[in-house]
């Protein structure tokens, strides 16, 4: 496992949740994680896993799914080697593994393909 994802939970429908995406210093240097952009996926059950956000080597650009957008924030500390995925205004709808990944090509693709380094994910729940 590369990336560790964390901070999923049971949250109410109109909660906040904030997941983080460490990644280990003997797989990313600060260096090289400093220099990736990163995505957040998400897979609800009995469904494929889609695009929810990513954001560029600095955290100076970042682009969202529309389901996230103005609900989720997507930041990073390339210090600490985190990225954070900040959720308000969760919806039933979110509920999903989360996942973190290193993008390895096409700044703006939401393809899972364009993805790797796929770490193991985080359950968020969502009750109404």
């Known amino acids: 496992v590369q990336l560790q994802a964390s901070g999923g939970g049971l949250v109410q429908a109109g909660g906040s949740l904030r997941l983080s995406c460490a990644a280990s210093?003997?797989?990313?240097?600060?260096?090289?994680?400093?220099?990736?952009?990163m995505g957040w996926f998400r897979q609800a059950p009995g469904k494929e896993r889609e695009f929810v956000s990513a954001?560029?080597?600095?955290?100076?650009?970042?682009y969202y799914a529309d389901s996230a957008k103005g609900r989720f924030t997507i930041s990073r500390d390339n210090a600490k080697r985190t990225v954070y995925l900040q959720m308000n205004t969760l919806k039933p709808e979110d509920t999903a593994v989360y996942y973190c990944?290193?993008?390895?090509?096409?700044?703006?693709?939401?393809?899972?393909?364009?993805?790797?380094?796929w770490g193991q994910g985080t359950q968020v729940t969502v009750s109404s």
């Open positions: 990944a290193a993008l390895l090509r096409n700044w703006g693709t939401t393809l899972e393909a364009d993805f790797g380094s």
């Open positions: 210093e003997r797989t990313f240097s600060s260096r090289a994680m400093g220099s990736m952009a």
């Open positions: 954001i560029n080597w600095s955290g100076g650009s970042t």
